[in-house]
């Protein structure tokens, strides 16, 4: 199972894509997933809250940079922001309300893992279709 650490430490080697906007959005999306590792109580509600905040603007801009270049896969990819983000807001919420365990684990071990998923798979692809595109050159 990925772990936060070395996924920022291994950066270069698995999740760089080429796209300088997506690159670092993700370095802060990870950067910002260890901060809330860190965090506990109401800290750790207000970064969660964060990295929620973080990454709706994350998948509204690679959406938005799909309709621009009509991407083929924009509904499939979308459709997996979508459940991340969901869940990501029912969590963050819990964490609020002062429920924090079930957050945590999520955050520690499911998070995690999609994200090496979906960044090997699916942003992978969206960069290299966006490298194709001129409209995709930012
Ligand atoms: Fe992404
Ligand atoms: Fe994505």
Request: glycine share 8%.
């Amino acid at each position: 199972m990925p772990k936060i650490d070395e996924m920022l430490c291994e950066f270069n080697t698995y999740y760089r894509l080429g796209d300088g906007n997506m690159d670092q959005t993700h370095i802060e999306f990870l950067q910002l997933c260890q901060e809330a590792t860190g965090e506990s109580g109401d800290q750790f509600a207000a970064s969660l809250n964060k990295l929620f905040e973080h990454t709706q603007q994350h998948f509204s801009v690679e959406e938005q940079r799909m309709i621009e270049t009509a991407f083929p896969s924009y509904a499939e990819h979308r459709a997996d922001h979508q459940r991340t983000l969901g869940e990501l807001e029912r969590f963050a919420r819990r964490a609020t309300a002062g429920k924090t365990a079930m957050a945590r684990i999520w955050l520690n071990e499911g998070l995690p893992g999609w994200f090496d998923l979906h960044a090997k798979t699916m942003d992978s692809a969206l960069a290299a279709h966006l490298k194709g595109t001129e409209v995709g050159q930012r």
